[in-house]
C-alpha cells in the first residue's frame, strides 16, 4: 500500500516542459515547472485547449514532452525510469470517457490492469472482485459496461485504476459525463482513496467547484501555469 499522507517529499516533478505539434507551429505547453509532493491532491484547471490535459498525459507518460524532463521520485522518465513499468506499476488513469472494454465484463474489466503484472488468474479475479465489492459494485461484477449507469462504469474504471495499487491517481475530467448526484459521489470516492491510502491525487477538471475543492490548485492558460 502507498505511504500516508503526510510523508511528503518529491513524487512528480517537470522541468522546462514543452510540447508541440504539427512541426512547432502549435504548441500545448510552452516551459511548465511544476511539483507535486507524495500525497498531495491537486486539481489542475483552464480553458480548453490551454494545456491542461497534454501536461496529465506527460505526467503519466502516456507522451513525451518536445523539450523539458518529467522526474518521478528523481528520476527522469524514459530515461532512469521506464515508461511501460512506470505506467503499469505507478500510476493509475482515470478518463472522462471511461474506456472499458465492451466485451469484457466489469470484474474481468478491472482484470485487464493486471495483465502486465503477470499476477496468477485466481489473484486477477480476487483482487478485482474485492475492489469492486470495496466501490459497492459487488452486485453489479458479472455485468457488461452496456449494462451500467455512467456512475457505475466509472466506478469500475477507479477499481481498474486502483488495481496495481499505484502511488499516483490521474484523473482527466472524471465527472465530465456525469450528472451532478454522480459528480458528487465520484469526488467523494477519490478523495476516500487518497485520504485512506495515500495516494498523489492529480484531476484535470472545467468545473469550478471541484477545482477550488482540492487543496491545492493549478490554473494554466495558453501552455503556460499561471502564478
Known amino acids: 500500500m502507498s505511504s500516508p499522507i503526510g510523508a511528503g517529499g518529491s513524487i512528480l516533478e ?13 504548441e500545448a505547453l510552452r516551459g511548465v ?8 491532491y491537486v486539481a489542475i484547471s483552464g480553458p480548453s485547449g490551454s494545456g491542461k490535459s497534454t501536461l496529465l498525459h506527460l505526467l503519466g507518460g502516456l507522451d513525451t ?3 523539458g524532463q518529467v522526474l518521478f521520485k ?25 474506456h ?5 465484463r466489469a470484474v474481468e474489466n478491472v ?8 499476477y496468477k488468474p485466481n489473484h486477477r479475479a480476487e483482487r478485482a472482485a474485492a475492489l469492486l465489492e470495496e466501490l459497492g459494485l459487488g452486485h453489479r461484477m458479472k455485468h457488461f459496461p452496456s449494462e451500467l449507469s455512467a456512475g457505475e462504469r466509472q466506478r469500475v474504471a477507479i477499481a481498474r485504476a486502483l488495481a496495481n495499487d499505484p502511488a499516483i491517481l490521474l484523473a482527466d ?4 459525463n456525469l450528472d451532478s448526484a454522480n459528480s458528487a459521489h465520484i469526488m467523494e ?24 475543492d482540492a487543496p491545492r490548485h493549478i490554473r494554466i492558460r495558453d501552455g503556460r501555469i499561471e502564478a
Open 189 to 212: 470516492i477519490l478523495r476516500g482513496i487518497r485520504e485512506q491510502r495515500g495516494t498523489t491525487l492529480i484531476i484535470v477538471t472545467h468545473e469550478s467547484g471541484i477545482a477550488h
Open 65 to 67: 514532452a518536445t523539450q
Open 74 to 98: 528523481g528520476s527522469e522518465l524514459g530515461e532512469s525510469v521506464d515508461l511501460d513499468s512506470y505506467r503499469s506499476r505507478q500510476v493509475g488513469f482515470i478518463f472522462q470517457a471511461f
Open 14 to 26: 517537470a522541468r522546462g516542459l514543452v510540447k508541440s505539434y504539427d512541426e512547432g507551429r502549435v
Open 173 to 176: 475530467e472524471p465527472t465530465g
Open 33 to 40: 515547472d511544476v511539483r507535486i509532493d507524495a500525497g498531495e
Open 111 to 118: 482484470q485487464v490492469a493486471m495483465m502486465a503484472l503477470n
Open 100 to 104: 472499458l472494454l465492451p466485451t469484457l
